[in-house]
């Protein structure tokens, strides 16, 4: 039982870094450093309710790949439709 535990965190751990990872460097779109802060903190909300999908996913990464970049999407729509978006766009 603590083998799996240990297990367990190593790899919501690895996740979590590669949610980290994502926003430092594998966003394709411009954002303030409170606005990855707060992305980064609701794409690991989903990842939290996402688990058991996650783990049983083929390729893990990728699904929370898939999570950080419709986050990212959904606030980007959000603040357009509030008409404060002003600086996103993707880089090349």
Same mark, same amino acid.
């Given at each position: 039982?603590?083998? #799996?535990?240990? @297990?367990?965190? &190593?790899?919501?751990?690895?996740? =979590?870094?590669?949610?980290d $990872? ?5 966003c394709?779109?411009?954002?303030s450093?409170? #606005?990855?802060? @707060?992305?980064k &903190?609701?794409a690991?909300?989903? =990842?939290?309710?996402?688990? $058991?999908k996650?783990k ?23 603040q357009?439709?509030?008409g ?9």
């Amino acid at each position: 039982m603590e083998l #799996e535990n240990i @297990e367990k965190n &190593q790899t919501v751990t690895e996740w =979590l870094n590669f949610i980290d $990872e994502y926003f430092a460097h594998r966003c394709p779109y411009k954002l303030s450093d409170e #606005e990855k802060k @707060e992305l980064k &903190q609701d794409a690991v909300i989903k =990842l939290i309710e996402k688990y $058991e999908k996650i783990k049983n996913s083929k390729s893990p990464k990728w699904y929370i790949h898939t999570i950080c970049r419709n986050t990212t999407i959904d606030y980007i729509k959000s603040q357009a439709r509030h008409g404060r978006i002003l600086h996103y766009h993707q880089s090349l």
